[in-house]
Nanobody
Framework: QVQLVESGGGLVQPGGSLTLSCAAS????????MAWYRQAPGKQRELVAG???????NYADSMKGRCTISGDNAKNTAYLQMYSLKPEDTAVYYC???????????????WGQGTQVSVSI
């Protein structure tokens, strides 16, 4: 069984930085891409950034220039470095992987349990 484990969330002051990690483990055949989403109270879940297995990246307009997504294919891990954080970045951050666990099965989305990021004085 494959699982995603996120880490690195916490409380940070406005203007501060934080790095989130998302590690996939289990019976993995291939990971096609990984992404970070966030969901603030009362709001819909939204994409923050994504990266493909080949290293192509995309970012939400609200986070462009304030975050960097990277991946380590050998470790099945994705990272999200965030800087110049604002109170409105406060949310639960979720990791998603698009993966297959065998050569004959279709790909599917797997979500992590989420990690809280709070930006406050």
């Amino acid at each position: 069984q494959v699982q995603l484990v996120e880490s690195g969330g916490g409380l940070v002051q406005p203007g501060g930085s934080l790095t989130l990690s998302c590690a996939a483990s289990g019976s993995i055949f291939s990971i096609w891409g990984m992404a970070w989403y966030r969901q603030a109270p009362g709001k819909q879940r939204e994409l923050v950034a994504g990266i493909t297995s080949r290293g192509s990246t995309n970012y939400a307009d609200s986070m462009k220039g304030r975050c960097t997504i990277s991946g380590d294919n050998a470790k099945n891990t994705a990272y999200l470095q965030m800087y110049s954080l604002k109170p409105e970045d406060t949310a639960v951050y979720y990791c998603k992987a698009i993966l297959t666990d065998s050569a004959t099965e279709p790909s599917y989305d797997l979500w992590g349990q989420g990690t809280q990021v709070s930006v406050s004085i």
